[in-house]
């Protein structure tokens, strides 16, 4: 109860004074009026209360200083916030004598429903930094006298705070620095949320005072005096933060109106509200899509203000700058070191090559750009609109497959770079899609899938673990990432399904590009499908006509592999809470489950008769008549085969069959990346995958990967894919033709195979292995209709698997298709079997398997 | 009128199924909860790279909702009826008493509250 305000005098001029800032923030939704306009009503209360306790003799003149806080203290009250004050006193007795007198204040304001908070301390106290609440000191940066003993306020702004900053300064923004990072954390540190917190959230309001904050202890570090708060930030800074405040204060103001309390949380419903308005923006209404944009961009503006702050608080990473310094001249073009760490400052037009080394350098290294280099580069992007006229894959394809691509990509896109190299991302920049389930805007979300995949190697979840070795073992990464850059651009298309619009849009985008065609097909089938494997998991996932219906989609394993990743990125990248572990195990055993039908069914959907329109289709860069030509040499192969292989492969193969001649054997031996691929075509026999591996090892090269198929009419197309452990082909061109030559003898039984073994040493061991890798064999007969299915991982090493198709020679077993593969020190080799046509019999099975462990055992002893 | 909890354990792949035809009843409102469980359903094997993978607790789906009794019948049917396959781990159903329902908003109470 007051016992102050007898006359309602100070509730009425209080209450009608913010009856009428409402009236004109509706009329103008400006923020800033009402924000100093509200300061100023209660400063107006507090001055009233005090002087009638003065008046009244409760409290003696300057017992006291009256100070306001926080964003109290700042002249920045918004229509719900919490009033913060001080009560200052000369020493413990002032305030034991005249506290509780003085708390006649706290109870006006609370009657007048001011929620106000009182604090009491002495000016001694005002100069201990209390770790346990660092915000007490850090509010008093932002301290604004009111009334009562000038002198002892100004005691604590002139000697006891700075003598504090002096000493504890460092420590003081370092711990608000880590409260901000907390902070920030909890809203995935992105700014880009559908419906985002204005004050707490990252580029909110918070994240503005944060700035102040740092700025002024940074200014007071190296001048020791308070700065005047004009010159805290350089010009353009200093104005686009200013408006980025008005803005964002604008909207909070409208959030208060609108909910009637301190609730800043700008729900999809508050977005139509205030765009309908033209809350904080220029004109008066505009598409809430377009309003939000302007949002992200004050927001953004703050946030990276206030990152780059606290990166030159914490000293961690280092500033940009320093960075830049280190960049290879190779890699910025002719600048030098010293031009480069001021190029964006001196020249209006820094080169496309320099801003894009910056951007594979951030993908590289934790790195964020200053605001300044932001501004600058974001000046620069304008200029190079046309670059997107000419394929850049060369220059995004590092970007992606970067540790730190998100980072990057971020840049890029706040500074126009990504919309200069791919004008489609427009469609989905700061893009609101309202659903229940995703937390951020359709380019954040797809950056963070990106950022996702890249943080599985340092996670600890067991299935993050598991995804991330098959993250390791795709042979083109960054295909699969520039899928997920791509795969809900059609978000931004109206009135369209959006897996559509994607496609249709990533068409164009590809072919721009330049893409390898076959790299064009697989960013595109992993967009059409990326819905695929979720609707999976909503089946019955250990039903084998659902693993086969997956596996008939995804058609090989590579495939599959990309679109599991992109289906655990996805499905993360929705809200942190998305990817349940009851979700991942279930990715897992699908993905499992179809990795194994693919493995152990290629035999199963053969070619037969004419090409389908798929396979044809394929082939439409060839003369039409090719296809046709082509049939008895397919016929009878794996479908498998036709995936596998690009056009042009699957035609060098057929050039090779053509050559065949009774007996004979034909071979092909091409660079293909950092392998070597051996092409084999010849009559199949017993043996002649051993004997391909036997040459291969003895000549000192390491298979990584293999296939070997054969047609109806007993043709086999082996090809290899090897190291060359020695250099021996990279140094001597001659040697091409030797190797070949080689085992084309061996082939035709010209040359002894066990002679080579001998001479040569290839066999043996070179290394110890980083990994041990338990062999393990398994044989069934269940799955393929005509093979038994052999599988076995072993630990990899050089002439491994001459050893395992020698056994499988011995004991008479046909091949009938081999699959190949070495994973980092992991051998994993599949074999379709026959004995005399037929499937293994069980005792075949025990005796094969008695020998392969034998034999692989005995080796890693 | 009261009010009856149907707890009811089921396969993930007939959640949509048993969504869709709880809503054609007039049941608007339920609790999906990813759990793991099984019963006399035994585990789940799957060898991947030589490396046994097997899954002891299924993936199961349990749906949680309170109806008044006049429409607890017809929903225990519908749910049987989309989600039984006649197999092993189809799933169970709970049913349990409620006391009392109140809609945080307004603090209403009872059946309206559902």
Known sequence: MSVVFSSGEVRERYESGLAALRREFDYSGNGVAVVSGRTALVDDVVLTCYNQLVEKEIVPPNCVSIVALGGYGRGSLLPHSDVDLLFLFRDGKHEAAYKDQLSQIYLDLWDLKIRASATARTVVECGKLDLENPEFTVSLLDSRFLIGDRELFDEVRNKVLPALMRKSGTALMNLVCQSARTRHAKYA??????????????????????????????SFRASGLWPAPESLFRFPLRAELNSAFDFLVSVRCFL?????????????????AAAEKGIGAPSVSIQPAQWMREYFRNARTIHGACLQLMDDAMRTPASLLDKLRGIPRRATGTKSDAALSTILQLENEPSWKTALAIFQRMALEPLQLSVDAQRLLRASASQFASASAKPAWPELSPILVGRFAGSALRAMRDSGYLDVLISELKLIDALVIRDYFHRYTVDEHSILTIDTLHGLRSSESEWAQRFAEVLDELDKPEVLYLALLLHDVGKGVEGEDHVVGSLRIAKQVL????????????????????????????????????????????????????????????????????????????????????????????????????LDSDASGKFHSFPPQLAKQMQPFLQGLPQRYLKIYSPEQIVQHFSLFSKLQHGGVELSLLPDRDLYEL???????????????????????????????SNSSGVAVDCFYFKDRFRTLDLNASEH?????????????????????????????????????????????????????????????????????????????????????????????????????????????????????EKLGDDLA | ????????????????????????????????????????????????????????????????????????????????????????????????????????????????AL
């Open chain 1, 256 to 272: 208060h109106y609108r909910n009637g309390r301190d609730d800043n949380q700008l729900s999809w419903e508050a977005q139509d």
């Open chain 1, 737 to 853: 033709e030797q190797l070949k030559e080689k085992i084309a003898r061996i082939l035709r039984g010209e040359r002894s195979l066990d002679e080579l073994i001998r001479s040569r040493s290839g066999l043996r061991r070179s290394t110890t292995p980083k990994v041990q890798i338990e062999t393990r064999i398994l044989l069934e007969n269940e799955s393929s209709t005509h093979n038994t299915v052999l599988e076995v991982v072993a630990q990899d090493r050089p002439g491994l698997l001459y050893q395992i198709a020698q056994c499988l020679m011995q004991l008479g077993c046909n091949i009938e298709i081999a699959l190949i593969e070495t994973e980092g020190e992991m051998a994993l080799d599949v074999f379709y079997l026959t004995v005399d046509g037929r499937k293994l019999s069980i005792e075949m099975h025990n005796r094969l398997r008695e020998e392969l462990q």
């Open chain 1, 189 to 218: 540190n992105t700014i880009y949320h559908l419906e985002p917190q204005v004050k707490e959230g990252p580029g909110g309001l918070r994240d503005y005072n944060l700035a102040n904050w740092l700025a002024l202890a940074k």
């Open chain 1, 511 to 610: 072919v721009r590009l330049n893409l390898d065609p076959q790299d064009q097909d697989t960013v595109l089938f992993l967009i059409r499908s990326h819905l695929e494997m979720s609707a999976s998991m909503r089946r019955d996932i250990f039903d084998s006509k659902v693993i086969g219906a997956l596996a008939a989609k995804v058609e090989t394993p590579e495939p599959l592999k990309m679109l599991t990743l992109l289906t655990y990125a996805d499905i993360s990248s929705v809200n942190p809470e998305a990817m349940t572990d009851w979700k991942a195990e279930t990715l897992w055993h699908l993905y499992a489950s179809t990795a194994n039908f693919l493995n152990r069914h290629v035999d199963e959907a053969i070619v037969h008769g004419t």
């Open chain 1, 679 to 709: 092409t084999i075509v010849a009559a199949d026999k017993a043996g002649l995958f051993a004997t391909i591996a036997g040459a291969l090892s003895a000549s000192g090269m390491e298979i990584v990967k293999a296939n070997a198929f």
């Open chain 2, 1 to 112: 009128m009261g009010m009856t909890k149907i707890e009811a354990i089921i396969q993930p792949s007939k959640l949509e199924p048993a969504k869709e035809a709880l809503l054609e009843i007039g049941v608007e409102g339920m609790t999906i909860i990813e759990v793991r469980g099984h019963g006399r359903q035994k585990g789940h094997t799957e060898i991947y790279r030589g490396r046994e993978y097997t899954v002891d607790l299924l993936p199961k789906i349990k749906l949680e909702l309170v109806l008044s009794d006049e429409l607890v019948d017809r929903a225990v049917q519908t749910i049987i009826s989309v989600t039984r396959t006649g197999r092993i781990g189809d799933g169970k159903i709970f049913l349990s008493r409620i006391d009392e329902a109140i809609r945080i908003r307004n603090e209403e109470r009872g059946v309206s």
